[in-house]
């Protein structure tokens, strides 16, 4: 499965999931799907997972 990293600024967390700004782009992760760095500000996602929360974008 390939895996991209972008960066996302954390705006909340719960048990399961990251609400995170990528660029502006406001979109919920599941932490079971993705690898949050918050020092770093990067997510690291599969690209299906990518394609389906920005759609509108290339990867």
Same mark, same amino acid.
């Given at each position: 499965?390939?895996?991209?990293?972008? /960066? &996302?600024?954390?705006? *909340? /967390?719960?048990?399961? &999931?990251?609400?995170?700004?990528?660029?502006?782009?406001?979109?919920?992760?599941?932490?079971?799907?993705?690898?949050?760095?918050?020092?770093?500000?990067?997510? /690291? &996602?599969?690209?299906?997972?990518?394609?389906? *929360?920005?759609?509108?974008?290339?990867?």
């Amino acid at each position: 499965m390939k895996k991209l990293i972008i /960066e &996302a600024k954390l705006i *909340r /967390e719960t048990p399961n &999931a990251y609400k995170l700004d990528c660029e502006g782009d406001i979109e919920w992760f599941p932490k079971s799907q993705v690898t949050f760095d918050p020092k770093k500000e990067e997510l /690291e &996602a599969p690209v299906w997972l990518l394609k389906e *929360r920005f759609p509108n974008e290339e990867f």
